[in-house]
Nanobody, 122 residues
Framework: VQLQASGGGVVQPGGSLRLSCATSGFPFLDLNIAWFRQAPGKEREGLSCIEKSDGRVYYADSVKGRFTMSRDVAKNTVYLQMNSLKPEDTAIYYC??????WGLGVSWYDYWGQGTQVTVSS
């Protein structure tokens, strides 16, 4: 499984970004996919995950109401729409996948993308 995260950048507080995670090498609908982030000096944090069979999404409380995770099956890609960004959202954002695990546990996912940097600053 290969995962390619993109879409990061520098944005002002209150702004928006959309991250993408393109997958390959495995049937897309056989994968549970999640977004994580890691800020300097902090542990990796689970943000959201999408279930492979029915597409239901679970969000961490820290991003609920501001971030929206979705998928495009035709493009084998998942997205993370991030609105109302805050300086504390600054981190490297990763997508991860697993055939069986679904949730926000870092150790539950076998496959990881390379990460994309998001910086929220005025």
């Amino acid at each position: 499984v290969q995962l390619q995260a993109s879409g990061g950048g520098v944005v002002q507080p209150g702004g928006s970004l959309r991250l993408s995670c393109a997958t390959s090498g495995f049937p897309f609908l056989d994968l549970n996919i999640a977004w994580f982030r890691q800020a300097p000096g902090k542990e990796r944090e689970g943000l959201s995950c999408i279930e492979k069979s029915d597409g239901r999404v679970y969000y961490a409380d820290s991003v609920k109401g501001r971030f929206t995770m979705s998928r495009d099956v035709a493009k084998n890609t998942v997205y993370l729409q991030m609105n109302s960004l805050k300086p504390e959202d600054t981190a490297i954002y990763y997508c991860a996948a697993d055939e069986s695990s679904w949730g926000l546990g870092v150790s539950w996912y076998d496959y990881w993308g390379q990460g994309t940097q998001v910086t929220v600053s005025s």
